[in-house]
């Protein structure tokens, strides 16, 4: 059981790792685009309505994909004034009751309710109301739901994690830097 609960694990992190790859590198696209936006708006006086909504649909898709790679490296943001003090096995058992409890419900209540806001700008052929703006605003509403998945299975990732760890008492991926400079028992 702990064989395939690992490969699930395993392979729900390098999902989420390669396309948080990718997603990065819309980050040098945004840049890129805003660059030609600033030249474009303050050299030529020409400001075009779709790139500052395609500069907005970038930043939406870097930060709604990007979601489980963050978790998957720790980088989101938490409120640590408690965890940092916990010993390891706390730190697995918050995050495996922490997890069940609200991420995990929390990403599955937006998946359904985003999909269906989706669904009806996609059945509305939805777009930009300014002309010159993008057309087809219903693809990156997709990006929510498609987001908010990503970051339900990297939950699932992290309560494999945390029950692995409780089930062996194997803490060593709760074990910080920190924590070996203390010396703490394990």
């Known amino acids: 059981m702990d064989v395939f609960?690992?490969?699930?694990?395993?392979?729900?992190?390098?999902?989420?790792?390669?396309?948080?790859?990718?997603?990065?590198?819309?980050?040098?696209?945004?840049?890129?685009?805003?660059?030609?936006?600033?030249?474009?708006?303050?050299?030529?006086?020409?400001?075009?309505k779709w790139e500052n909504e395609l500069e907005w649909h970038i930043f939406s898709l870097i930060f709604l994909l990007a979601g489980g790679y963050s978790l998957l490296e720790d980088?989101?943001?938490?409120?640590?004034v408690f965890y940092t003090k916990f010993s390891p096995r706390n730190k697995a058992l918050t995050d495996f009751v922490g997890t069940l409890i609200f991420l995990l419900p929390w990403s599955a209540?937006?998946?359904?309710?985003?999909?269906?806001?989706f669904l009806d700008s996609y059945q509305l052929g939805e777009g930009s109301p300014d002309p010159g703006g993008l057309k087809a605003w219903y693809w990156i509403k997709l990006a929510i739901p498609l987001g908010f998945s990503l970051l339900f299975l990297q939950g699932v990732s992290m309560l494999i994690k945390a029950y692995l760890a409780l089930s062996t008492g194997d803490y060593s991926e709760y074990i910080n830097k920190s924590d070996i400079h203390q010396n703490e028992k394990i």
């Open 5 to 48: 609960l690992r490969k699930i694990r395993n392979g729900i992190d390098l999902l989420n790792a390669r396309i948080g790859r990718a997603v990065s590198w819309l980050t040098l696209a945004l840049v890129i685009l805003v660059c030609i936006n600033v030249v474009m708006r303050y050299v030529f006086s020409i400001s075009l």
């Open 75 to 80: 980088k989101h943001v938490s409120v640590d």
């Open 109 to 117: 209540i937006i998946i359904y309710y985003s999909f269906w806001f």
